[in-house]
């Protein structure tokens, strides 16, 4: 732990302590645990940067974001009223480690507990998903991975220790990609980020193992506001896996992440995230990705459970020739909203994009598709094919599309496809009539629904993704 | 037997527990034990096969996992299906149907042709060895190649431990499948039964003297 300056501990209250560090003059060097309190002002910003040891330029740019996050107004415009539920002081904006809330193995409800045999995650890993423990010890499998691929230069650290050790081409790539301003969220993220991976991949360096955030699961890295570097030089190639299976009970109710990616010419990033939020959490993500020339960038998104999911994994096709894809399942249940979807924004002749997007609304969960599509007049040769497909599970079950598509210019192909299907009653009929209960039935179409998407996923993922819907499906029937 | 709108569909789906039925009279036993008080799928385990009519699609889902998780269904808890039994045992039923191995990996009845159906569904009935098999209308829509197949399978599968009610209207399939027994159905009723001249009969006469001699009962 950093140990605190002078100047802090006379303008900084730490609830931990138990000493009032406003008076006298304290130098600490004991082993300590940080905690931001409530509430969110210029001092808690300030808080976090002293407690990381932060540049000023960076000190600079947390207290700019607030600003920006306090000006910008909730985008209920648009989007789910329910945001407004989201009460910002009663929020913990930094808690280090040390000071996560914990509970005893008891205190876990029996259905969690099932939930994790069922999917066989390993004894330890639960206790810390459950928030038991806070942190999982994977370090050793972790430095191996990161022995490994340093061999071969490239970077991989939290993003803390990115921001210290490589200042230089952080600095470079940092709130490029999504401007801190680009909405209400990632101003908040901006100005209270902590955790997240930080990556670079030197040019032609083709990266054959997936990197995955989960090899150093712990507090830190599933923070509330998690925030993603990752630039791959030119030629380079990288798959990064973040999150898993396991649901994640967290008492904190808001996560807002940003992940940025950079792909220079001719280098390929895809990007894998499989999410499940336990559903009281609000889950507002900002992930975008820069292709430059003949770059590629591929966001394979799969959002399950929360309150309120709202994610648009975009690819900004800088460069010509660049590709981007998202391909995203979302499943909705009871009481759960899942407003995700894609943006393409085409700034170069011949680039490419894909969208594809399947959700599945259970009971009355609601998802919703958003897509933006921009491509404009001096452009030519430009394509995206988006294909958006819903299930619906129950007669009041609820699925929106919105597609924005602006197309200017007359050379280009542009291509969108929706459909709404919904599980009929003789098919379900059909199956019961071979053997399978209403629940095996249910979750059997729905996994067939997301089958040639759940084909993308690595073999490991895709497994767990089964096994995730059948307990999703077995729930939402009888 | 028996005309159209008659009631065989319905006597077949009922028994399988359809939602859309509600059984006001009588009962339907197996080993002397109701069953109306069961789930279709408790019914399908205890060993009743209904092979559709109409089968339904199941996008995404391929016909070697659907039987899987059919078979699957049918053991308890803990207990895993063999992969590699189930494969070959899989292939066995295919080649007798003569069944083209590139099948099991298409989608349950999803662009299936009418007669890629029904041999799915004699297939399934193969694999999931029911006690009891109600077979509707299972050779409409065949061509004569395609009915001998079916046809073949149905003989292959027949035995002392499996019952078979086959529902048709034409004497056609009877040709290659002969049967025990010929119940007439009329109106919701057996009003007639035979043995297999019964149906070479109504073959040649139609459905009117069955109802005339009712009328005049």
Redesign the interface.
């Known amino acids: 732990m950093p140990e605190i300056t002078d100047t802090m501990a006379t303008t900084i209250e730490n609830p931990v302590s138990g000493i009032d560090q406003s008076s006298g003059n304290f130098k600490y060097d004991m082993t300590y645990d940080f905690d931001a309190g409530t509430g969110l002002n210029e001092r808690t910003v300030d808080y976090i940067s002293s407690v990381k040891k932060e540049a000023p330029w960076i000190r600079d740019f947390r207290q700019s974001a607030l600003k920006q996050f306090f000006a910008k107004p909730l985008p209920t415009h648009w989007a789910s009223k329910d945001l407004e539920n989201i009460n910002f002081d009663k929020i913990r904006y930094y808690l280090s480690q040390g000071l996560k809330p914990k509970r005893t193995w008891a205190e876990v409800p029996e259905d969690i507990k099932r939930t994790f045999e069922r999917l066989g995650i390993p004894e330890q890993e639960r206790k810390f998903l459950a928030g038991v423990e806070a942190q999982f010890d994977s370090e050793a499998a972790y430095s191996n991975i990161k022995e490994a691929v340093s061999k071969q230069g490239v970077i991989f650290m939290n993003s803390t220790e990115g921001l210290r050790e490589h200042p230089e081409i952080f600095r470079k790539f940092f709130g490029k990609v999504i401007p801190t301003g680009d909405n209400k969220f990632s101003a908040l993220n901006s100005a209270v980020f902590s955790g997240g991976s930080f990556i670079y991949v030197p040019p032609g360096v083709k990266v054959s193992h997936p990197l995955q955030a989960y090899f150093r699961i712990n507090a830190e890295n599933f923070g509330q506001f998690e925030r993603t570097l990752i630039i791959c030089d030119e030629g380079s190639e990288l798959t990064y896996m973040e999150g898993c299976t396991a649901p994640k009970f967290s008492t904190a109710t808001l996560h807002s992440a940003v992940v940025e990616l950079v792909a220079l010419k001719g280098a390929k990033i895809q990007y894998i995230t499989v999410q499940n939020w336990s559903s009281n959490v609000f889950n507002l993500v900002t992930k975008r990705g820069l292709a430059h020339e003949e770059a590629e960038i591929k966001w394979i998104d799969c959002n399950i459970g929360s309150r309120l999911t709202m994610k648009y994994p975009g690819v900004v096709l800088k460069g010509r020739k660049s590709r981007g894809e998202v391909i995203s399942i979302a499943l909705a249940n009871d009481g759960q909203h899942q407003d995700t979807g894609a943006k393409m924004i085409h700034a170069a002749d011949e680039t490419t994009s894909t969208v594809v997007s399947k959700s599945i609304s259970v009971g009355q969960g609601r998802a919703t598709y958003r897509g933006v599509v921009h491509i404009p007049r001096h452009l030519k040769g430009c394509k995206n094919n988006t294909e958006c497909d819903a299930l619906l599970i129950s007669t009041n079950s609820r699925t929106d599309t919105y597609p924005a598509i602006t197309v200017r210019g007359d050379r280009h192909a542009v291509q969108h496809e929706a459909s709404v299907s919904k599980v009929?009653?003789?098919?379900i009929?059909?199956?019961?009539?071979?053997?399978?209960?209403?629940g095996?039935?249910m979750s059997?179409?729905v996994?067939?629904?997301?089958?040639?998407l759940a084909r993308q996923f690595p073999m490991e993922y895709s497994v767990e993704l089964k096994r995730l819907i059948d307990l999703e499906m077995e729930g939402s029937v009888g | 037997m028996g005309p159209n709108g008659t009631g065989k569909s319905t006597l077949a789906k009922a028994i399988?527990?359809?939602?859309d039925y509600v059984i006001t009279q009588g009962d339907v036993l197996i080993d002397g034990k109701s069953i109306l008080e069961k789930?279709?799928?408790e019914r399908?385990?205890e060993g009743?096969?209904?092979a559709?009519q109409y089968?339904?699609?199941?996008?995404?889902?391929s016909i070697a996992?659907?039987?899987r998780?059919?078979l699957q269904?049918?053991m308890s808890e803990g207990e895993e299906i063999d992969a590699s039994g189930y494969y070959k045992r899989l292939y066995q039923k295919m080649d007798l149907l003569k069944i083209d191995r590139k099948f099991t990996s298409r989608?349950v009845n999803e662009g299936f042709s009418g007669g890629e159906k029904k041999r799915s569904e004699i297939l399934?009935m193969a694999m999931?060895e029911p006690r009891f098999a109600l077979m509707d209308e299972t050779d409409s829509g065949l061509d004569i190649d395609a009915l001998k197949i079916v046809a073949d399978g149905v003989n292959h599968l027949r035995g002392p431990n499996l019952g078979i009610l086959l529902i048709t209207h034409y004497q056609r399939l009877l040709g290659y499948i002969v049967p025990d027994h010929v119940h007439v159905m009329i109106d919701g009723r057996i009003v007639k039964s035979g043995d297999k001249s019964l149906a070479l009969e109504l073959e040649s006469r139609g459905y009117d003297w069955v109802k005339q001699e009712l009328a005049t009962a």
């Open positions: 009929s009653a003789e098919q009929f059909y199956m019961q009539q071979r053997g399978l209960t209403e095996q039935a059997l179409s996994n067939g629904f997301i089958n040639d | 399988a527990g359809h939602p789930e279709t799928d399908a385990r009743i096969f209904l559709f089968p339904s699609e199941i996008p995404g889902v996992n659907f039987l998780a059919a269904a049918r989608s399934q999931l």
